[in-house]
């Protein structure tokens, strides 16, 4: 019996110590998360800075009418900037469609898309879904850079959250449709509309306007020009088919 109260007193203060050092462990993690998370965020751009970023546009020369466009001189970005209200009900639907269905409706990120675009990249191998918002796609693409890590994604959340907090969804949605990447160095649907189809964003038709709202996620993978044009058809009906319901 005194034994048993020996071995019984013996594994209680191991116990005890386990725990001790278990919230130890516990509590040093949480600190050196907590100056992680605090490192990430103070080196985060304010979304006033986006009020002074100036969006680079391509120099355009006409000839002495003003209506022919003669020539267009570009560094890495073709782009031009268009106004909200000119930009076709067409293309924003198509837009929103491809990326983003519920973006009038739901916060600056959608946890369950998050998710969902996970196992299905998993389950895929390769990238198919992002799970981002359009307002998260516009903050990645005018403060960060496109790398896959954890701190991105951390920095890519509280980006979109105060750009939300600072702008309607419309200003949001006629930033990102100036602001992102096409493919063949076209930025915003202007330039790209001008590029693939040779004609104005205000121009495009139902099935046009689809095809370039589909490029948006990957144009690279997605390019016209490349080996993944069966696909690029296939987010393209994808995208009428959401516009649809």
Same mark, same amino acid.
């Given at each position: 019996?005194?034994?048993?109260?020996?071995?019984?007193?013996?594994?209680?203060?191991?116990?005890?110590?386990?725990?001790?050092?278990?919230?130890?462990?516990?509590?040093?993690?949480?600190?050196?998360?907590?100056?992680?998370?605090?490192?990430?965020?103070?080196?985060?751009?304010?979304?006033?800075?986006?009020?002074?970023?100036?969006?680079?546009?391509?120099?355009?020369?006409?000839?002495?009418?003003?209506?022919?466009?003669?020539?267009?001189?570009?560094?890495? %970005? =073709?782009?031009?900037?268009?106004?909200?209200? !000119?930009?076709?009900?067409? &293309? #924003?639907?198509?837009?929103?469609?491809?990326? $983003?269905?519920?973006?009038?409706?739901?916060?600056?990120?959608?946890?369950?898309?998050?998710?969902?675009?996970?196992?299905?990249?998993?389950?895929?191998?390769?990238?198919?879904?992002?799970?981002?918002?359009?307002?998260?796609?516009?903050?990645?693409?005018?403060?960060?850079?496109? %790398? =896959?890590?954890?701190?991105?994604?951390?920095? !890519?959340?509280?980006?979109? &959250? #105060?750009?939300?907090?600072?702008?309607?969804? $419309?200003?949001?949605?006629?930033?990102?449709?100036?602001?992102?990447?096409?493919?063949?160095?076209?930025?915003?649907?202007?330039?790209?509309?001008?590029?693939?189809?040779?004609?104005?964003?205000?121009?495009?038709?139902?099935?046009?306007?689809?095809?370039?709202?589909?490029?948006?996620?990957?144009?690279?993978?997605?390019?016209?020009?490349?080996?993944?044009?069966?696909?690029?058809?296939?987010?393209?009906?994808?995208?009428?088919?959401?516009?649809?319901?």
């Amino acid at each position: 019996r005194s034994l048993m109260k020996h071995v019984a007193l013996r594994r209680r203060k191991f116990l005890v110590v386990a725990f001790e050092w278990f919230m130890v462990l516990a509590g040093g993690s949480i600190i050196i998360l907590a100056v992680y998370l605090v490192t990430i965020l103070s080196s985060l751009p304010s979304p006033e800075e986006f009020d002074a970023s100036r969006v680079t546009q391509s120099t355009k020369i006409y000839d002495r009418t003003g209506k022919v466009l003669l020539y267009e001189v570009h560094g890495e %970005e =073709r782009r031009t900037v268009v106004p909200f209200e !000119e930009i076709p009900a067409v &293309v #924003r639907g198509a837009t929103l469609a491809a990326e $983003d269905a519920h973006f009038y409706s739901n916060p600056a990120f959608d946890w369950k898309s998050m998710l969902r675009a996970l196992v299905t990249n998993v389950r895929e191998g390769r990238i198919t879904q992002g799970g981002s918002t359009i307002t998260q796609q516009l903050a990645k693409a005018v403060f960060l850079s496109p %790398e =896959r890590t954890v701190a991105r994604k951390l920095k !890519e959340l509280v980006l979109a &959250v #105060r750009l939300e907090a600072k702008y309607s969804k $419309d200003e949001i949605l006629y930033f990102y449709l100036n602001q992102i990447p096409y493919g063949s160095n076209a930025y915003g649907v202007e330039a790209a509309s001008r590029t693939f189809f040779g004609k104005s964003v205000k121009d495009l038709a139902l099935e046009e306007a689809a095809l370039i709202a589909s490029l948006s996620q990957a144009p690279s993978y997605y390019s016209p020009y490349g080996y993944h044009v069966d696909e690029l058809m296939a987010r393209k009906n994808y995208a009428l088919d959401q516009m649809q319901k």
